[in-house]
């Protein structure tokens, strides 16, 4: 397996891999890195269909990208997931997979069409004392002091920052600064997550600055992500005979390792009460979903609030299983054993008439029954215990959605606190009372918040207690690289696998570890789209840098002497040249 990037790898078709006739594939879990592998073992794996079998330990396909009604709860979403243009795994193969709403195009193309028609942008980020806008106004906030430890965690080696939390490199003037609002709210860290995965994100998405205040940077489906993405794939999968098999849940896979050498010898699951196993050989390849951040996700409804469910069981107990027989597989622990600090909680937010839109029009400054674009991202509301922030996409968010219903998607990052009018921790919340604390944010007279939250509105609570358990701090070989050294015939794919330079809690990277992982057991000619490179732009870094300083011109900060002498020297030596041009572009000079 190899990265590549340019026109003459992204559009080449791989040769059919030798002996990939004589092979056959398993793959752990159903979610978008199991279907994305097996997608990936039709398009240029060229497997044949019937050798691949997916086992799902639910009744449902689709993992955390999820998007359901309920016969008896209503509509359902646990979150969604934000996209860029720069997702190149995901992009490379959402152009193979048939769109399910137009036919002859892919679901790229009609993402794509759809997000140039109706581009993606927030006009209200934020908002403070019961609705008022918070007036961040697309600033960041950054003193000097904060935008130095930026720089600094950006430049640092990874292995320095192994085990340390984001406390460990920041200070009050950083945690103060919009900056750290736009961040926490968007990507849901934690004062107590992993400063090096803050640093991936950095770098990552370092050409995303300018569009961080008002989502400018993202993109999003026209319907939930099961409906978009996951229905599209699955059709995909069956037309061309992949195997599924429900209610499955994987509790073991049995390696033989020897003189370096690690091969997957036996799958062993649960399925009717009944304990049964599959053997396998070198020809059988495993494609294991180790750990899931939606694990024993229970809802609530109106009345009732859901129930903390921290066990460890489903693919947390598989990965302790496996982890146990080689220290190459992993350290689960490190990501599930500490649930106060890989928690949260959202709740799906479906209104029933007239009374609850026009607060919404008011906060987000569109018509939400458009059809198009309506609060672009999250709004957060800066001064709630909970903090709070709450989103509606384009409506319906469901193909069954009648007219003048409108689904939105509420989540606090702080689940344990007193709320400001309901006076519970949100985890102890039943769905009309995060309803009435929602009102309450936007604005509605107190003395119509009850009725309203109880009639107009139907709530359905969703605990998470590992939805952030990969922001975790970590060192090296906690997660598992896709294909471990010495494997013959298996890999890790999804959010707890490790692969260079990509980031969790994205579409990209489930996407991108199953990529890795079937092109090099099946030592698939074609490369691996390598993560975008705007990290090493440097029209990139010169353009976050002056945008992070909300406009002011680097050049113009006061340095001591002799810092301010050496300054003046080189500027008087650039001028005239393509370097003075360039600084002058991207507002450093």
Request: charged share 25%; with cysteine.
């Amino acid at each position: 397996m190899y990265y590549s990037n340019g026109n003459y790898e992204a559009f080449a078709r791989p040769l059919k891999p030798e002996d990939v006739d004589k092979k056959s594939a398993y793959l752990v879990g159903a979610g978008l890195a199991g279907l994305a592998a097996a997608c990936f073992l039709v398009r240029d794996g060229q497997m044949k269909g019937e050798n691949i079998h997916v086992l799902e330990e639910l009744n449902i396909s689709g993992g955390a990208c999820d998007g359901i009604r309920d016969n008896e709860k209503g509509f359902i979403i646990r979150g969604g997931r934000e996209m860029e243009n720069h997702f190149e795994c995901l992009w490379d193969l959402f152009r193979s997979i048939p769109s399910i709403e137009t036919e002859g195009v892919s679901v790229l193309d009609e993402y794509y069409w759809l997000n140039k028609k109706d581009p993606n942008y927030s006009l209200m980020r934020a908002t403070i004392n019961r609705g008022e806008d918070a007036h961040t106004d697309g600033k960041f906030g950054l003193s000097e002091k904060a935008s130095k430890e930026i720089v600094k965690l950006f430049m640092t080696k990874d292995e320095d920052l192994y085990d340390k939390t984001i406390t460990d490199v920041f200070t009050d003037e950083f945690f103060s600064s919009n900056f750290w609002l736009y961040w926490r709210t968007m990507f849901a860290f934690e004062d107590w997550h992993s400063a090096l995965e803050m640093k991936l994100y950095i770098q990552r998405f370092i050409h995303h600055i300018g569009g961080l205040p008002d989502f400018s940077a993202l993109k999003f489906t026209k319907f939930n992500q099961y409906e978009s993405l996951i229905k599209p794939m699955l059709k995909y999968l069956e037309s061309h005979g992949v195997k599924f098999q429900y209610d499955t849940r994987v509790t073991n896979i049995i390696f033989d390792i020897n003189s370096g050498k690690k091969l997957a010898k036996k799958i062993v699951y649960m399925r009717g009460g009944k304990e049964e196993s599959i053997d396998l050989t070198k020809n059988d390849l495993v494609f294991i979903t180790n750990g899931s951040c939606t694990e024993n996700s229970t809802l609530g409804d109106q009345d009732h609030a859901p129930v903390f469910n921290d066990y460890i069981g489903g693919c947390w107990e598989l990965w302790r299983n496996i982890a146990k027989q080689d220290k190459a597989f992993g350290n689960p622990d490190k990501f599930c054993t500490d649930t106060k600090k890989t928690n949260w909680e959202s709740a799906t937010v479906t209104t029933l008439d007239d009374k609850i839109p026009p607060y919404i029009e008011k906060m987000c400054k569109r018509d939400p029954f458009s059809g198009k674009v309506v609060t672009g991202g999250i709004i957060t509301v800066k001064d709630s215990s909970w903090l709070l922030s709450y989103t509606l996409n384009r409506q319906p968010h469901f193909k069954e959605q009648p007219k003048d219903q409108l689904v939105v998607w509420v989540y606090g990052l702080f689940s344990d606190v007193p709320g400001d009018y309901v006076k519970k921790p949100m985890k102890e919340c039943t769905g009309v009372e995060i309803t009435e604390e929602w009102l309450y944010h936007m604005g509605v007279p107190e003395n119509e918040i009850h009725e309203m939250a109880t009639n107009s509105a139907r709530c359905i609570p969703c605990m998470m207690p590992y939805i952030t358990a990969f922001f975790m701090p970590r060192a090296k070989g906690d997660r598992p690289k896709v294909v471990p050294d010495g494997s013959e015939n298996f890999a890790f794919i999804g959010q707890f696998s490790e692969t260079v330079r990509d980031t969790v809690f994205t579409t990209e990277y489930s996407v991108r570890t199953a990529m890795e992982a079937v092109y090099t057991l099946l030592n698939v000619d074609r490369g691996v789209p390598e993560v975008f490179g705007s990290v090493y732009d440097i029209r990139v870094l010169l353009d976050s840098t002056a945008k992070m300083m909300d406009g002011k011109k680097p050049i113009d900060m006061k340095l001591p002497f002799p810092l301010g002498f050496v300054k003046n020297r080189a500027l008087k030596k650039i001028s005239g040249t393509v370097v003075e041009e360039i600084l002058e572009r991207y507002k450093i000079i």
